[in-house]
């Protein structure tokens, strides 16, 4: 007995017409059994949350109801049953628009939301919202749902909550549960695990990656699967795309989720065919006693101006019109002022853009003032009076508000997690009945080093897959080698130092280093590197989503025997 889960959206704003693939498409089985989206990310709930604050009703993404307007009659006549937490912070008025757009087209759609994610919010934040699991759309499902809209769940519950309706599973088959997990971290974004955003897409033919398909599982009662995608579709699906899958966003070797606790470290991976992997073999433990909240609340307001440098004398210009910026703003100087030279210039350069380097001011301060005419006067009276061929990207505005993300923890009993089935009946999901706090797992044995012998200096891609990504105010970076002999080396050149060695920004953050010998990989976290979070945009990659391949990009002394 095998459930189709297929994705169809990783973010808020995904490839619209992805949707109609994945109903569309698929051989002799048909598309899929189950058609999950995921559309929220910490800055969407920020973003959904201003939403609301002008239009109450709204709060939930409207591009997915924009999208059943085609999907729900493909869904109806091919039996596919969709389940999407696009119901952001307004899960019933999504709900209701589904309804709605049902009526209209003629269709018996039955609708089914889960809420109960959102709590009070406190200390002036937009939305506090819990992360739940799958056992509400599990309920759903289970009520004839063909239609199930959630708020914020984790975005594996989209395919634990399917999961556990199609095979029965109870809340303590830890191990089913973990493999179900494990494949809706694989799913959650999308195209990224067939050849999206992948570290070795230039070992393979550039097409394929222009259009990339969207991924499906084919999950087995025990909880094992096989990642693919549609037939004729673009992409890739092998064991590298399915790990750098894994490692995005994750930190420690146990990944704790309301549903239960995925042991990372056990997670084994087999190249079954032509974009075809088995993912098997995955344990799991009691989910923690709490759950998650993310608070999203407005930090200030921010504004930046780019001045261009051209030509020669770089740095004294970037010295000159620093200096003048500052004398301006020295009697209402803005809460944060923060400079950045970046050095894109050429010498000798046949280009005027290829000669010029970016001077970037960043100024932040709860007051919308402290950022407005004060820097966009200090920056533009200097027109005529600086460096020369003084000119910016563009003239500064108004300032705008930028946002804050922060996670706390609630105990799972506290949140009123609620099916609400298609007749109207409101179901409460109980809470797990037994519960382990998530402990750091011992570093495994490590495997002998390789003998020594010459090295070369080249960059650390030429062997080293990367993946990076954001959790709050942290980032993760996860890394991986193919060979035995590869990792032999890595785990024990890439240690926490030569990390702090190869990326100088982290020199003063606390990393820590994770060891996943099945995956041939290393996770390292990065404490504190985003600040507070993407939505703050206190970093040039305010994501790191390219902290990954800056890593891959650093010499380092690689031994020949693996070049």
């Known amino acids: 007995m095998v459930l189709r889960i297929g994705n169809a959206s990783g973010f808020y704003g995904d490839r619209f017409d992805a949707v109609r693939e994945m109903l569309t498409g698929g051989g002799p089985e048909g598309p899929v059994d189950v058609l999950t989206g995921d559309y929220l990310a910490e800055l969407t709930m920020l973003i959904l949350g201003r939403d609301q604050l002008k239009d109450p009703a709204s709060g939930y993404a409207k591009t997915f109801l924009r999208q059943m307007e085609e999907g729900l009659g493909l869904a109806h006549d091919r039996g596919v049953r969709i389940v999407t937490n696009a119901g952001g912070l307004n899960p019933a008025g999504l709900a209701d628009a589904l309804r709605a757009l049902a009526a209209k087209l003629g269709l018996p759609t039955r609708v089914a939301h889960v809420e109960g994610d959102r709590l009070p919010a406190v200390d002036g934040a937009l939305a506090a919202n819990a992360y739940l699991g799958g056992a509400g759309i599990a309920a759903c499902l289970a009520a004839g749902a063909d239609v199930v809209v959630t708020g914020r769940v984790t975005d594996a519950a989209l395919v634990t909550g399917p999961a556990q309706w199609h095979f029965g599973w109870g809340p303590e088959e830890y191990d089913r549960l973990a493999g179900a997990v494990v494949v809706g971290h694989v799913l959650e974004c999308g195209t990224q695990a067939t050849g999206g955003n992948y570290a070795f897409f230039r070992e393979h033919d550039p097409a394929i990656f222009r259009r990339p398909g969207f991924p499906l599982a084919e999950l087995h009662e025990d909880g094992s699967a096989v990642i693919t995608k549609h037939p004729g579709t673009g992409g890739l699906v092998d064991i590298g795309t399915v790990t750098a899958q894994l490692l995005y966003e994750t930190a420690g070797v146990r990944y704790p989720g309301p549903d239960v606790t995925a042991r990372l470290d056990t997670v084994r991976l087999t190249q079954e065919g032509p974009d075809r992997v088995r993912i098997d073999g995955v344990r799991g433990e009691a989910p923690p006693p709490t759950l998650k909240v993310g608070l999203s609340r407005l930090g200030g307001f921010r504004n930046e101006v780019v001045f261009v440098l051209t030509g020669l004398d770089i740095e004294e210009k970037a010295a000159l019109v620093r200096g003048q910026v500052e004398d301006a703003l020295a009697d209402s100087r803005p809460r944060e002022v923060r400079w950045e030279l970046v050095r894109t210039d050429r010498p000798d350069a046949d280009t005027e853009e290829t000669a010029s380097a970016l001077l970037r001011l960043v100024v932040r301060d709860p007051a919308p003032e402290a950022v407005g005419r004060v820097l966009t006067g200090a920056a533009i009276e200097l027109a005529l009076a600086s460096y020369p061929g003084f000119h910016v990207t563009a003239p500064p505005g108004k300032g705008a508000p930028y946002g804050v993300f922060e996670s706390a923890y609630v105990p799972a009993a506290d949140v009123p997690h609620t099916a609400v089935l298609p007749d109207g009946t409101r179901v409460p ?135």
């Open 429 to 563: 999901v109980p809470v797990p009945e037994r519960t382990r706090r998530p402990a750091l797992v011992p570093e495994p044995a490590l495997p002998e080093p390789l003998p020594s012998g010459p090295t070369r200096r080249v960059p650390l891609g030429r062997i080293v897959g990367a993946r990076s990504g954001d959790k709050g105010g942290d980032a993760n970076v996860g890394v991986w080698v193919r060979t035995e002999a590869e990792w032999r080396w890595l785990v024990h050149a890439l240690t926490v130092e030569r990390v702090r060695e190869l990326l100088p920004e982290t020199a003063d953050l606390v990393i820590t280093r994770h060891v996943l010998p099945q995956l041939r990989a290393l996770n390292f976290t990065f404490a504190g590197i985003l600040g507070e979070g993407v939505a703050s945009q206190a970093r040039f990659d305010p994501q790191a989503k390219a902290l990954g391949e800056w890593l891959r990009s650093r010499a380092t002394d690689i031994p020949e025997v693996l070049l």
